[in-house]
């Protein structure tokens, strides 16, 4: 899945990469054949992207992250509290408050917070992507 991703990125000019929103229907098959794949395999990396920036851009917007960070932090924003002395309903008020302040997603098990896997980094061919020129 990750090379044909590569292919379709790969196959894109600098100016797509930079704006994918240009991408009309006659780019989108000049993309898709330069890759060899299908248009529906463009469109489904597309809208990926388009998740993914939502989600980044919301993050942070002092969006989930800093309220994650409040809630486990309490409202004063002081240090770290110690989880010891924390009754078990003060520690469930604040399981849930973390859940929610992150979308529900909770931890990946084995994955950086890039979402890919530790000492994993993207292949060069994508360091383009999204750098405006």
């Known amino acids: 899945m990750l090379r044909r991703q590569i292919a379709l990125?790969?196959?894109?000019t600098k100016k797509e990469r930079a704006n994918p929103d240009m991408l009309q229907a006659s780019r989108k098959k000049r993309i898709a054949a330069g890759a060899g794949l299908e248009v529906q395999e463009l469109n489904r990396l597309l809208k990926q992207h388009k998740q993914m920036a939502d989600m980044m851009k919301k993050m942070g917007k002092g969006g989930m992250?800093?309220?994650?960070?409040?809630?486990m932090m309490g409202a004063k924003g002081g240090a770290m509290p110690d989880l010891k002395n924390m009754d078990p309903a003060q520690l469930?008020?604040?399981?849930?408050a973390m859940k929610s302040g992150m979308g529900g997603m909770g931890g990946m098990p084995g994955m950086g917070m890039g979402g890919l896997p530790r000492g994993m980094s993207l292949p060069s061919g994508l360091s383009g992507l999204m750098k405006k020129k």
Do not use: F
């Open 9 to 12: 990125v790969n196959s894109m």
């Open 65 to 71: 992250m800093k309220q994650a960070v409040k809630a």
């Open 92 to 96: 469930e008020e604040a399981a849930k």
